[in-house]
């Protein structure tokens, strides 16, 4: 089963407008991260939020904010208005934690392609 | 520029030759990640270090792959006789853990693009 999924290959949003780029997890997990990446096409991954399984805020970092929701496993992306230079691939990741510090890798989603247009 | 940095950003080979690819952390950092992203594709876990222990290696990491990192900093893969299928961007992260269930942020670099002809 995957342990991300994103299930929209493509957005489009007017330049400031908002946006909202869904993802759903899987874990049976109770301490997990989840993070969102965007990857211009340069192809540098670029780290933009973090959110923990613990934390009892959304998590906010200047135009873009997480909204989570436990129970139904979702963790979507909100970009608020949005910029041509927001165009990119967004990706949805999470990193397990119980069992043990030492796990490190995170799960990706296969991402949402976002286009910002004038 | 303090990011993590990775060489050479582009290979093109022919199938059956040996490649190797350069990934240097941000020199803080004690753990050090390899992923693969295939086109349309997010990235998948290779293998990972901390300092200069291997801990955890993915079934994705055949016997024709090989990762290290001798001194705790910077870290190579290796691929020998490389095939079709291994062409595919090649990324490297690296982050600082604490040992706690905090948040571990995992930065990226540039990613290295293989091409096996």
């Known amino acids: 089963a995957q342990k991300i999924t994103q299930t929209q290959p493509g957005m489009f949003v007017q330049e400031k407008e908002a946006v909202t780029l869904d993802c759903t997890y899987d874990?049976?997990?109770?301490?997990?991260?989840l993070f969102w990446y965007k990857q211009p096409s340069s192809g540098e991954m670029i780290f933009l939020i973090y959110?923990?399984?613990?934390?009892?805020q959304n998590a906010t970092e200047g135009r873009y904010s997480l909204n989570f929701q436990k129970a139904r496993k979702s963790a979507n992306l909100v970009i608020s208005a949005s910029q041509l230079g927001d165009s990119a691939m967004y990706f949805c990741?999470?990193?397990?934690?119980?069992?043990?510090?030492?796990?490190?890798?995170?799960?990706f989603g296969r991402g949402t392609q976002l286009t910002v247009w004038p | 520029d303090t990011g993590v940095s990775q060489d050479p950003r582009h290979k093109i080979t022919k199938r059956g030759q040996n490649v190797t690819f350069r990934c240097d952390p941000i020199?803080?950092?004690?753990?050090l990640y390899w992923y693969r992203q295939t086109l349309g594709q997010g990235p998948e876990f290779l293998t990972y270090?901390?300092?200069?222990?291997?801990?955890?290696k993915s079934r994705l990491l055949s016997d024709r792959f090989s990762a290290e990192r001798p001194k705790g900093s910077f870290s190579t893969l290796e691929i020998q006789r490389t095939e079709q299928g291994d062409s595919a961007m090649y990324l490297c992260?690296?982050?600082?853990?604490?040992?706690?269930?905090?948040?571990?942020?995992?930065?990226f670099g540039p990613g290295t693009r293989l091409l096996v002809l």
């Open positions: 020199s803080e950092h004690n753990r």
């Open positions: 874990t049976s997990d109770q301490s997990y991260g």
């Open positions: 990741a999470m990193r397990e934690v119980d069992r043990g510090s030492t796990l490190g890798r995170l799960y």
């Open positions: 270090f901390q300092n200069e222990a291997q801990l955890e």
């Open positions: 959110q923990g399984s613990y934390d009892e």
């Open positions: 992260a690296s982050s600082l853990t604490l040992g706690d269930r905090g948040q571990e942020t995992q930065y």
